[in-house]
C-alpha cells in the first residue's frame, strides 16, 4: 500500500477543504480521508501538493505526426507502419510525461491503438491508459475517398470505406475483432473539412454501424459538425460528437438525454483562424465564437464535455509554439484555453479532462478519472493549484511532481523521490524541438 498524505485533494469534481490522504493497494484508490492509512504503510508526505486524477484527453490520433495536409496524401500512409507505430509509442510518452494517463483513440492507422493498448498491458513500453479506435469509416467516394481515384494504395491508411448495412456492419465487426473500442465514423463533413454536401454516409448505412457497434460493446464517436447530420447521430444513437460546431439547445436537450459526450476540440478551429486559412477550409469566425458560446449552455445543461483535439503538429511551420503539437505540456493547455470562456470554470473544465473523459476511458464498473475508493489508481501530484493557475497543467517541467499509471508510479520528481538526477524518470526526458 502507498499512501500520499499532506495532499490537497482535486476529486475529479472538487476540490476538498483542507488536506487529506490518498491510499492506493495495488492499482486501486482504497481509501481518502483526513487521517486514511496514517498507520505506517508506504507514506509519502507530499507536502501540500495537489493530488488529482491522471488527466484524460478522449480526441486523440496517436500516429498524426508533422503530417503535411496540403500534400494531398492520406492520413497513415505517409511513413511505412512500423514508423507509424513508433510515432504511436512516442505520443504514449509525451503524455505520461504531460500528465495525461489516459487517452480514447479518435481514429488511427494499421490498428495502432489497439496494438499500443496490447504492448503497455504487456509491459513493453509505458504508456497510458487506451480506449482503442479504429479506421475512419465511410462510404466509397465520400470525402476521404474521393481524391487521387489513380493511386490505388496497398494499406488503406487512417480511412476505410465501405456501402451499405450489410458492409457497413461486416467492418464494424473486423475493426472490433481486431481490438477496436471505438467506432469512428466520418459521419458529415465541416470542422475544418469541406465537403459539397455535409452528408458522408447514408442513413441505413449509420443506422448498421451504430447498431453494430452496441451489440458487441463498442462505442460510436462521430465526426459531425453541422446541425441536421448531428441530430441524426443523437436519434440513431451515437455516443461521441466529435466538433459537432453547430449544436445548439435542441440539440443540448438531446445530449443530455442519451447522456451523449461532447469533444468541441475547438484549439483546431483557433489554429486555422490563426493562420488564416479558416475560409479555404470552410470555417468563419462566427461558427467559432457559436461553439464558445455553447459550451457553458451544455456545461450548465449536464452535457458531458471532454478535451482533446487533433494534436499532429501540422501547424508548427505556421504558428509559432504550434498548440497541437505532440510535446510535453501541449495537451494540457487545453484547460487554459476553455477556462478562459466567459461562462465556464477552471474547476468544470477539469472535469472535462478527468471525471468525464473516465466515463468514456472504462467500462463500468470499473471507474477512473476519480479519486474516490473503488476507482483505478491513476492520479498525478502537481506543484501548485490548479484551479487558481489551470496554465499549470500546461507546465509539467515545472509543476508535474508524479505520475502513477494504474497504481504504479511511474514518473518521479517528488522531493522525496530516489531517482539519480533531479528530473530523470524511466521514461527518459522529452526535449521540446
Ligand atoms: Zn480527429
Not at 51 to 69: A, E, N, Q, R, W
Amino acid at each position: 500500500m502507498v499512501v500520499l498524505a499532506n495532499a490537497r485533494i482535486f476529486d475529479g469534481h472538487t476540490m476538498r477543504p483542507g488536506m487529506s490522504s490518498v491510499v492506493v493497494d495495488g492499482n486501486i484508490i482504497t481509501a481518502v480521508g483526513e487521517t486514511a492509512g496514517r498507520d505506517g504503510n508506504d507514506v509519502i508526505d507530499v507536502g501540500g501538493m495537489t493530488v488529482m486524477p491522471g488527466l484524460i484527453t478522449s480526441h486523440l490520433h496517436p500516429d498524426f505526426y508533422k503530417f503535411d495536409i496540403f500534400s494531398g496524401e492520406k492520413p497513415g500512409k505517409e511513413l511505412p507502419p512500423g514508423v507509424m507505430m513508433a510515432i504511436g509509442v512516442r505520443t504514449c510518452r509525451v503524455l505520461l510525461e504531460s500528465g495525461f494517463t489516459g487517452y480514447a483513440g479518435a481514429g488511427c492507422a494499421h490498428d495502432i491503438d489497439a496494438q499500443l493498448k496490447m504492448a503497455i498491458a504487456q509491459d513493453i513500453i509505458p504508456g497510458p491508459r487506451i480506449r482503442a479506435c479504429g479506421h475512419h469509416i465511410g462510404t466509397t467516394g465520400d470525402m476521404n475517398n474521393r481524391s487521387r481515384w489513380w493511386k490505388r494504395y496497398e494499406t488503406p491508411g487512417i480511412d476505410l470505406c465501405g456501402d451499405g448495412p450489410d458492409a457497413i456492419r461486416m467492418m464494424v465487426r473486423q475493426e472490433i475483432s481486431r481490438g477496436v473500442e471505438i467506432i469512428k465514423v466520418f459521419a458529415g463533413a465541416g470542422h475544418g473539412i469541406p465537403n459539397a454536401t455535409s452528408r458522408n454516409i447514408s442513413r441505413d448505412e449509420l443506422s448498421s454501424l451504430v447498431r453494430t457497434a452496441h451489440e458487441r460493446g463498442a462505442k460510436v464517436r462521430a465526426h459531425v459538425a453541422d446541425k441536421e447530420m448531428i441530430l441524426e447521430c443523437l436519434d440513431l444513437g451515437v455516443d461521441i460528437i466529435d466538433h459537432g460546431d453547430e449544436i445548439d439547445q435542441e440539440c443540448i436537450d438531446l445530449m443530455v438525454a442519451a447522456g451523449t459526450f461532447w469533444v468541441p476540440s475547438l484549439v483546431y478551429l483557433w489554429s486555422l483562424l490563426e493562420i488564416g486559412y479558416a475560409a479555404k477550409f470552410g470555417v468563419t469566425p462566427a461558427l467559432y465564437d457559436h461553439v464558445r458560446e455553447m459550451l457553458p449552455v451544455a456545461q450548465q445543461a449536464g452535457v458531458r464535455i471532454l478535451l482533446g483535439d487533433d494534436y499532429s503538429g501540422v501547424f508548427r511551420t505556421m504558428i509559432e509554439d504550434d498548440p497541437l503539437d505532440h510535446q510535453v505540456g501541449n495537451y494540457g493547455r487545453e484547460f487554459a484555453f476553455y477556462s478562459e470562456i466567459d461562462g465556464l470554470s477552471p474547476a468544470e473544465v477539469l472535469t472535462w479532462g478527468t471525471s468525464n473523459a473516465g466515463q468514456l476511458l472504462v467500462d463500468a464498473p470499473a471507474t477512473v478519472g476519480v479519486i474516490a475508493p473503488g476507482a483505478l489508481a491513476d492520479l498525478i501530484v502537481v506543484d501548485g493549484d490548479p484551479l487558481a493557475d489551470p496554465t499549470l497543467l500546461s507546465r509539467p517541467d515545472e509543476a508535474l511532481k508524479a505520475v502513477f499509471r494504474d497504481g504504479v508510479l511511474v514518473i518521479d520528481y517528488l522531493p522525496t523521490s530516489k531517482a539519480p538526477t533531479e528530473r530523470s524518470t524511466a521514461l527518459g526526458r522529452e526535449v521540446r524541438r
